[in-house]
């Protein structure tokens, strides 16, 4: 079996076993596995009660990984995710006592009623993947994946992310609401137990770490290349976005595109991966000026002008033999 289908068939075992528990929702849990195989962190932005936490949960039960949750609020302090020294009375010295950050898959739960400096706490566990506490540099286990949620109809009492924040996630999804036959599916399952009680693993932390290897040999072409290039510098050059993405967007979406192929048993990329992947990867790191605000644009119309008028690389993409 080659590298890409051993991955396919590591990403579909994975979808499979999640959709037990989050009903109707393929494309969203597509995207999860597609974060965690690129080393990426998920911004879940979404109304309570759709399946946000339990996500994270089916997430870390199906690869076997350690699991935290962060409540965040107003009054909780940098100490409470990375950790603090607490000196023993007895060894007469001071031993460090992990945060909830030290997990494998953490799930930040309404990151935004957090203060900013709260906030901040996160960055460097999600960009380098360790914390630093009194001086001393703690590495995280591998794989680290932080999904956080935030609410998009209260703003009252929360402080919306920074810039920096938000780049650091890979990507934005939503999950909405299911439909008639989906919620009625979601009674039935739920009728004695949940049944993330039940979730089996099918998965270990060494498949995902070789998943997250073979991504990368995934073949872009150069045509390709120019092509995201080109849709993460308009954002950039657009007359109604003050900030557009940055390189990093430009890295996420090539990536992300790498394994969303890899998903799907090619080892090259199409044209197809990145237009799927542009809104989750960039809407986030698009920021309106005032005028798109008054306007009521949102960066989702930006990005989708934007791939309305990029032209389409074609020819040949495969790898050359």
Do not use: W
């Amino acid at each position: 079996m080659s590298d890409v289908e051993t991955v396919q068939t590591f990403a579909e075992r994975l979808i499979v076993n999640i959709e037990k528990v989050i009903v109707g929702k393929r494309s969203s849990i597509e995207l999860a596995v597609i974060a965690l195989m690129c080393h990426g962190h998920i911004l879940i932005e979404d109304v309570p009660g759709v399946g946000k936490t339990i996500m994270a949960r089916s997430l870390a039960r199906s690869l076997g990984c350690s699991f935290s949750r962060l409540q965040f609020t107003p009054d909780m302090l940098p100490s409470d995710v990375t950790g603090v020294s607490i000196f023993n009375q007895v060894s007469r010295q001071f031993e460090f006592r992990p945060g909830p950050i030290m997990a494998q898959i953490v799930l930040a739960d309404e990151i935004n009623r957090a203060t900013p400096k709260t906030q901040a706490a996160l960055l460097e566990a999600m960009g380098e993947r360790q914390v630093t506490v009194d001086g001393i540099t703690h590495t995280l286990e591998r794989p680290f994946m932080v999904m956080a949620t935030q609410n998009p109809i209260e703003y009252e009492g929360t402080f919306p992310l920074p810039e920096a924040q938000l780049d650091r996630f890979l990507m934005k999804i939503r999950l909405g609401y299911p439909n008639l036959e989906e919620e009625m599916d979601v009674l039935d399952r739920q009728r004695y137990r949940h049944p993330v009680e039940s979730l089996e693993q099918v998965a270990s932390v060494m498949d995902i770490l070789q998943a997250q290897e073979a991504i990368k040999e995934i073949y872009v072409a150069p045509a390709m290349k120019r092509y995201l290039v080109e849709l993460a510098r308009m954002t950039r050059q657009h007359g109604e976005v003050y900030l557009g993405a940055s390189p990093r967007g430009s890295l996420a979406l090539y990536r992300t595109a790498q394994a969303r192929a890899a998903l799907n048993g090619r080892d090259f990329i199409l044209p197809d991966d990145i237009k799927a992947l542009a809104h989750p990867v960039l809407s986030h790191r698009v920021i309106l000026g005032p005028a798109a605000r008054l306007r009521d644009l949102s960066a989702d119309q930006i990005l989708q002008e934007i791939l309305s008028n990029v032209a389409v690389p074609g020819g040949d993409l495969k790898r050359e033999s």
